[in-house]
């Protein structure tokens, strides 16, 4: 049996190395590096540890800004991409024909280079001298005023911005949802239709608490993906996202790092901590919540 265990520990070794290296380290780096006040990067040195850097993070306004992003995204996209995933992949599992098609279709946009459908949707909602954009001209046929959605009013470019992500994400919630709706056992919803159960009441009684789990994995990633984001900001509003006001805590963190204002890793390792934290007290209350509603 020991012979057994550690055999089984040396197979694990490789991944505790890959962690340890690429994980655990990075992240004890930047833990240090957030308290270690007037860090300079050419020389290495510092001229002391506090919470400096924390205190200037927390009352930077761009950083304020991309935090507010960043939670408006996470609010907005997270619950809406999930419920319009289930409704399309309840909405599959029902259709016999031509299945493998819309399949195939709606999974088109998650293999599509970030950044070209950034352009597209640019090009879409963006007024220039030319013309006011697709969109708006639909609006407008429609009796609307014309609206600049990409350097325009705060709501509109949030609302773009949020449009984008969750047509990038839906993708692939709603493969992992098909998926799952397929594995339910048929008999339960033989035996109910069997009793006459409503077709709602089959739907919250017995399709959701058994694809449950891919449901709150997909919520656990959707959190996590959205408090990431950054690229797609950066599609629809190029790279001066502060000047935008469409910055993320992800963008904050790269500028503080790489940017015009860059070459202040200290702040920006608090950022990250920041990140970090907010991230972390949502998944253990996403776990709380899931052990009364997930049923495995």
């Known amino acids: 049996m020991e012979n057994k265990n550690a055999k089984g520990w040396l197979y694990l070794l ?4 890959f962690l340890g290296v690429f994980m655990i380290y990075p992240l004890i780096d ?10 300079n990067s050419a020389s290495q040195t510092f001229s002391g540890t506090g919470l400096y850097n924390y205190s200037y993070v927390l009352h930077d306004p761009y950083f304020l800004q991309a935090v507010q992003n960043t939670l408006i995204l996470v609010a907005i996209t997270v619950p809406l991409s999930t419920g319009l995933a289930l409704l399309i992949s309840v ?3 029902s259709i016999k024909p031509l299945r493998d098609l819309f399949q195939t279709v709606y999974f088109l946009p998650y293999v599509t280079n970030t950044l070209a459908v950034g352009l597209v949707f640019m090009i879409l909602f963006k007024k220039t001298a030319y ?3 697709l969109v708006n001209l639909l609006l407008q046929c429609f009796g609307g005023s014309s609206i600049d959605f990409i350097d325009g009013p705060y709501w509109a470019k949030m609302f773009v911005l949020c449009f ?3 047509w990038v994400v839906m993708p692939f919630k709603i493969l992992i949802l098909t998926s799952a709706l397929a594995s339910v056992n048929q008999v339960y919803y033989n035996a109910a239709r069997v009793d006459g159960t409503p077709r709602w009441r089959i739907f919250t009684k017995i399709t959701l608490p058994m694809i449950s789990p891919m449901i709150f994995y997909l919520v656990i990633t959707g959190f996590i993906g959205a408090f990431k984001a950054y690229s797609d900001a950066v599609a629809l509003f190029g790279t001066d996202l502060n000047a935008a006001e469409m910055n993320t805590i992800v963008g904050y963190v790269y500028d503080m790092l790489y940017g015009n204002s860059g070459g202040y890793p200290s702040y920006a390792s608090a950022a990250a901590i920041l990140l970090f934290a907010i991230v972390l007290t949502i998944t253990c209350i996403n776990l709380l919540v899931s052990r009364k509603h997930v049923h495995y």
């Open 164 to 166: 984008y992500t969750v």
């Open 30 to 39: 930047v833990f240090v590096y957030s308290f270690e006040e007037g860090y």
């Open 14 to 17: 490789p991944a505790f190395l």
């Open 131 to 133: 013309s006011d954009g």
């Open 91 to 93: 909405a599959l599992s």
